[in-house]
């Protein structure tokens, strides 16, 4: 079936630095990749939909200067957080498939801002 | 690790009942949810059920937690045309999700 890999899992950075979250299709080419956001306590919250070779759309509210979405082929997205704050901590995870096929989500990450 | 588990498609006629059920691993879960995911669309929470209820209902959905067998359903009433989608179920246990294949409903006229 349909893998997404979603790497790293976890990561600690300190406030002011960068860290880049990658999400991978590794067995199917993903035209459309989510990336969603999870508050405590709260459900999936949508920040951006990342179509291939294209800008990503950012829902409102999400800043797309600091929160940087590439996706430059078919098995590959990057969410980039910049700059990161304490508030910024929380668990990040993608989605990638097609509107045919369907989508897979990926395991995750679990971003800590220090 | 957690495993979820859910049939990758289902077809039912307009106006049938549609039952999209999950199986899952970790009996820590604190809870487990249901989200649709529309053709080109983000996903959107439907329910979600607290792992000590069993049952909760809402307009025309039902959802069953049958937590020795570590089984969850959706019950949809009335299926619409509207309701053709693909539907998610998770599991969270503290702030991490696990989330299951995805089941696509197709609903015929």
């Known amino acids: 079936g349909a893998v997404v890999s979603q790497h790293p899992s976890r990561v600690i950075c300190k406030s002011g630095t960068s860290v880049k979250i990658e999400c991978r299709s590794l067995?199917?080419?993903?035209?459309?990749m989510f990336w969603y956001r999870q508050f405590p306590k709260k459900s999936l919250m949508l920040m951006a939909t990342?179509?291939?070779?294209?800008?990503?759309?950012?829902e409102q509210g999400v800043e797309k200067d600091k929160f940087l979405i590439n996706h430059a082929s078919l098995t590959l997205s990057t969410l980039t957080v910049t700059s990161a704050h304490p508030e910024d901590s929380s668990f990040y995870i993608c989605?990638?498939?097609?509107?045919?096929?369907?989508?897979?989500f990926g395991s995750g990450t679990r971003l800590t801002v220090v | 690790g957690e495993d979820v588990e859910q049939s990758l498609f289902l077809s039912v006629r307009e106006g049938d009942s549609s039952v999209i059920n999950c199986t899952y691993t970790?009996?820590?879960?604190?809870?487990l949810y249901w989200y649709k995911q529309e053709p080109g669309a983000g996903l959107q929470l439907l329910t979600y059920i607290f792992s000590n209820m069993d049952m909760k209902q809402d307009q025309r959905l039902t959802v069953l937690l049958n937590k020795k067998d570590k089984h969850l359903s959706l019950r949809i009433a009335d299926t619409q045309t509207g309701d053709s989608a693909i539907y998610f179920c998770a599991e969270g246990y503290g702030q991490n999700f696990v989330f299951g294949p995805g089941t696509r409903l197709s609903v015929l006229p």
């Open positions: 990342s179509n291939e070779g294209s800008k990503a759309t950012y």
């Open positions: 067995d199917f080419q993903a035209t459309t």
């Open positions: 989605s990638a498939g097609t509107p045919n096929q369907g989508y897979t």
């Open positions: 970790d009996s820590s879960s604190t809870y």
